[in-house]
């Protein structure tokens, strides 16, 4: 039997949202091949409770469980945590140094995806269209006459290292572009101005099955937010999923092609997921990739394994396969 630890948890926004994840996954891994054990990270502890509710923290120094019956040594992690550790390549980092096999993108990808800026800069490298943007370090001068000519106005502001649109605002003139780029530099040091471009929200899974990265079902995002933020995707009523999303072929293809070459060229595993704009020409404008993409029951992912006949449970028992054969 294999020894499963599966992260969740974390220190982002996106905390309770990786629990669920991490619930999620347990509840649905073969229990006739995995032993899991849901490892709950909360600030600088990594806490393993049992099912009598009795709480034991991770040995980090040898990463094992100790509990009042015997000592547990994993055979691999299970990676569930989105934002801050566990998709910024914080966590990965410490696999890498302890020789521990875990789930995901290693360190580098994780780190390089989850800066919005770099990561546009290799995408675009790639021929996928991005939307027009600035880069700004906190205390740069911002000549923000200079931003609205390059970017346009409405645009956003966003925080290049987080996660779930935490942070991110829409602004419409100087004053708040002034406002959200102090807002922005509260959550990151480094912040990207981008283009607001007019469209359709898609979203796209891929993922190493069965040899083969393969493209997921494009689904489509209908927020009853003026954007897709923290907001829209964690409160219930604020958003509608439409997959397979109702588009034309070669729009469908346009988006899994590119969703693939990236995916290819970035250096992922695992599965991720890639969002884009669609403009009214029938461009997809790439947005952002998400390593750790949600696993819950009513997530983004499972939805389009299930509209490509993919049995999460095989699904889950593939992805920790992998990150053994690695």
Same mark, same amino acid.
């Not at 205390?139 to 970017?151: F, L, N, R, W």
């Not at 997809?284 to 993919?310: C, D, H, M, W």
């Given at each position: 039997?294999?020894?499963?630890?599966?992260?969740?948890?974390?220190?982002?926004?996106?905390?309770?949202?990786?629990?669920?994840?991490?619930?999620?996954?347990?509840?649905?891994?073969?229990?006739?091949?995995?032993?899991?054990?849901?490892?709950?990270?909360?600030?600088?502890?990594?806490?393993?409770?049992?099912?009598?509710?009795?709480?034991?923290?991770?040995?980090?120094?040898?990463?094992?469980?100790?509990?009042?019956?015997?000592?547990?040594?994993?055979?691999?992690?299970?990676?569930?945590?989105?934002?801050?550790?566990?998709?910024?390549?914080?966590?990965?980092?410490?696999?890498?140094?302890?020789?521990?096999?875990?789930?995901?993108?290693?360190?580098?990808?994780?780190?390089?995806?989850?800066?919005?800026?770099?990561?546009?800069?290799?995408?675009?490298?790639?021929?996928?269209?991005?939307?027009?943007?600035?880069?700004?370090?906190?205390?740069?001068?911002?000549?923000?006459?200079?931003?609205?000519?390059?970017?346009?106005?409405?645009?956003?502001?966003?925080?290049?290292?987080?996660?779930?649109?935490?942070?991110?605002?829409?602004?419409?003139?100087?004053?708040?572009?002034?406002?959200?780029?102090?807002?922005?530099?509260?959550?990151?040091?480094?912040?990207?101005?981008?283009?607001?471009?007019?469209?359709?929200?898609?979203?796209?899974?891929?993922?190493?099955?069965?040899?083969?990265?393969?493209?997921? $079902? *494009? @689904?489509? +995002?209908?927020?009853?937010?003026?954007?897709?933020?923290?907001?829209?995707?964690?409160?219930? %009523?604020? /958003?509608?999923?439409?997959?397979?999303?109702?588009?034309?072929?070669?729009?469908?293809?346009?988006?899994?092609?590119?969703?693939?070459?990236?995916?290819?060229?970035?250096?992922?595993?695992?599965?991720?997921?890639?969002?884009?704009?669609?403009?009214?020409?029938?461009?997809?404008?790439?947005?952002?990739?998400?390593?750790?993409?949600?696993?819950? $029951? *009513? @997530?983004? +992912?499972?939805?389009?394994?299930?509209?490509?006949?993919?049995?999460?449970?095989?699904?889950? %028992?593939? /992805?920790?396969?992998?990150?053994?054969?690695?």
């Amino acid at each position: 039997m294999i020894k499963v630890a599966i992260f969740a948890g974390g220190t982002s926004g996106e905390h309770d949202i990786s629990v669920k994840t991490g619930l999620n996954i347990e509840a649905t891994l073969d229990k006739n091949q995995f032993i899991p054990y849901l490892i709950y990270v909360e600030g600088i502890d990594w806490i393993y409770r049992d099912p009598n509710g009795n709480q034991y923290k991770i040995d980090k120094d040898r990463f094992c469980l100790t509990t009042q019956t015997e000592v547990v040594f994993f055979d691999v992690v299970f990676n569930a945590i989105h934002g801050d550790p566990g998709e910024n390549g914080k966590l990965q980092s410490y696999f890498e140094m302890m020789n521990i096999k875990y789930t995901g993108c290693d360190s580098f990808v994780s780190a390089l995806t989850f800066n919005k800026y770099f990561c546009n800069s290799i995408v675009s490298q790639c021929g996928v269209p991005i939307g027009k943007s600035c880069h700004f370090y906190q205390g740069e001068e911002i000549d923000y006459d200079a931003v609205v000519e390059q970017c346009g106005m409405p645009c956003f502001v966003k925080p290049c290292n987080s996660g779930s649109s935490v942070g991110v605002n829409k602004a419409h003139d100087i004053e708040e572009l002034k406002q959200f780029i102090e807002l922005a530099f509260e959550v990151d040091h480094q912040i990207m101005i981008e283009q607001f471009l007019p469209g359709r929200e898609m979203t796209c899974g891929v993922t190493l099955y069965q040899e083969k990265i393969s493209a997921l $079902a *494009v @689904s489509e +995002i209908l927020s009853k937010k003026e954007f897709y933020d923290f907001e829209a995707k964690y409160t219930p %009523g604020f /958003l509608e999923v439409v997959t397979p999303a109702e588009i034309d072929i070669e729009l469908e293809k346009k988006i899994k092609e590119y969703s693939e070459l990236i995916y290819k060229r970035l250096g992922c595993k695992g599965v991720v997921r890639m969002d884009y704009i669609v403009t009214q020409d029938g461009t997809p404008y790439f947005l952002e990739i998400n390593t750790i993409p949600g696993q819950t $029951a *009513v @997530s983004l +992912i499972p939805r389009q394994l299930k509209y490509n006949g993919i049995d999460l449970t095989d699904f889950y %028992g593939s /992805l920790i396969m992998e990150a053994l054969h690695s």
